[in-house]
């Protein structure tokens, strides 16, 4: 395989597989092995769990075909910032990225490190007191990988998630046929358990499927990407659904309905009684891999979005070059990855990620209401189409705007603050256009 450089200076490096991996090293993370107790306790039975999950997983996988289709139109570094800034202007391009930076890439980063650091500290017996500098050096020792070049962290990254299959594997397997559940009342009703929807179970639900988009943050540096990016997306998209299903099936052989609505750790608790301590402890260890890797994957796409809109002269143009050897952005990913550590120390990561979790999919909404756009400007020619166009991005769009409002209903004050930090970027915006006249116009 020889390199090919890009307009921007990114070499393609990524490989198919590589690609994949990046797809579902960026969804899987540690929502499915802690959170899934939430979802439970928000439908009525089984099967309405596993439905909620599915569909879930259908509905990323809509909006994941329109991201195919989008960066195949722009096989460029930056993803959503890129399209936002095409269809709406510089304004809508630096909201996303002054959230991402702030809040959305970096929380997300700083909250599961923690959790890391947490499992990590609990296999090894450490004190409690080393968690949150264990998460602060997870953070620095992904970013410092990552600066040698794309290739040495694709290798680490496609190492974390195989690993993290790997456990999802196990997991699936000790539930599935080593609890001798049999599967009786596996699906049935539960009447301790009242269902709310589709719309209220599903908030947790799709913060799990969350990430699809971070390959197209480096589709500047993908081989063939009309070709690479719509497969890597579907192929890692199905991967994913299929493990959330599974999981899930897992957990409710041996936990049961109402047993999964009550655990706080279902697969610690399913391993814990598959093989006692022993089990326990293995799944620790997997969950921990799995955190790892998806702070590897939220940094390194991140940073590439800041030197884009460093290139753009929407942040500082220093951060906008790649290293002369590497041709990687180091300067973005060291400010970034910096202040995620920032966030780790004061503790402040999980309030700021209540805030603005939902503006993830807001964003991942609007990015794909660009494709419209970029219908009417260049027509349907393109590489890859999102199939049934435009039925399914409307769908994608509309069933996330409803959750959108499903969160503001549910948690006002912390989605009318996430929306306040979003909202605070336009004076920052217009100030920065009158102190730097070479931003884009």
């Known amino acids: 395989m020889s390199d090919t450089s890009t307009p921007g200076g990114y ?11 990046i797809v579902v090293g960026g969804i899987i993370g540690g929502g499915i092995f802690l959170n899934p107790g939430i979802a ?31 960066g195949a139109r722009r096989p460029h570094a930056g993803g959503s910032y890129i399209y936002l800034r095409d269809a709406f202007g510089p304004l ?9 930076l702030l809040v959305i890439y970096s929380g997300s980063a700083a909250a599961v490190a ?25 953070l620095v020792f992904v970013a410092l990988i990552n600066l040698f070049g794309l290739r040495l962290g694709a290798q680490v990254q496609n190492l974390f998630t195989l690993l993290k299959l790997l456990a999802v594997a196990v997991l699936v397997v000790c539930g ?53 990016l719509p497969r890597a997306l579907l192929v890692g998209m199905l991967l994913v659904i299929a493990a959330y299903a599974l999981v899930n099936l897992a957990y409710l052989a041996v936990l049961g309905h109402a047993g999964l609505a009550a655990s706080h750790t279902p697969a610690a608790d399913v391993m814990q009684r598959v093989f006692g301590t022993a089990g326990a402890k293995l799944i620790a260890i997997g969950i921990a891999i799995s955190t790892l890797g998806f ?22 143009r220093s951060v906008g070059r790649l290293h002369p050897l590497h041709r990687t952005p180091n300067l973005a990913l060291l400010l970034l990855s910096g202040w995620a550590v920032v966030l780790v120390l004061s503790g402040s990561y999980g309030q700021l990620l209540d805030y603005a979790t939902f503006g993830d999919w807001l964003a991942c909404a609007v990015g794909v209401g660009t494709l419209f756009w970029y219908r009417r400007r260049e027509g349907a020619q ?5 199939p049934g166009y435009p039925l399914l991005p409307l769908v994608f769009i509309a069933t996330v705007g409803l959750v959108v409002v499903q969160s503001l209903r549910a948690s006002p004050m912390n989605t009318g603050i996430g929306l306040a930090i979003m909202a605070a970027g336009i004076p920052v915006y217009l100030v920065w256009r009158r102190l730097f006249s070479g931003a884009v116009s």
């Open 295 to 316: 702070c590897n994957i939220t940094l390194v796409a991140g940073a590439r979005v800041l030197q884009v809109m460093g290139e753009d002269g929407l942040f500082f």
């Open 40 to 70: 439970a306790q928000r439908t009525e039975s089984g099967l309405a769990l596993l439905l909620t999950w599915v569909g879930a997983g259908l509905l990323t996988l809509i909006g994941a075909l329109c991201y195919a289709e989008l």
């Open 176 to 228: 599935l046929f080593l609890a001798g559940a049999g599967g009786r009342g596996l699906l049935g009703a539960d009447p301790q358990y009242v269902g709310v929807g589709f719309m209220g179970a599903a908030l947790p639900v799709l913060f799990a499927y969350s990430g699809f988009t971070y390959l197209n943050n480096l589709a500047g540096e993908v081989t063939d990407p009309q070709r690479t």
């Open 114 to 138: 923690t959790i890391f650091a947490s499992y990590a500290a609990a296999v090894f017996g450490l004190p409690a007191a080393i968690a949150t500098p264990l998460a602060a050096g997870a």
């Open 382 to 386: 393109a590489s890859f189409r999102v």
């Open 92 to 100: 809508a391009g630096f909201l996303f990225g002054w959230t991402m």
């Open 11 to 21: 070499v393609r490096r990524l490989r198919p597989w590589d690609a994949a991996m």
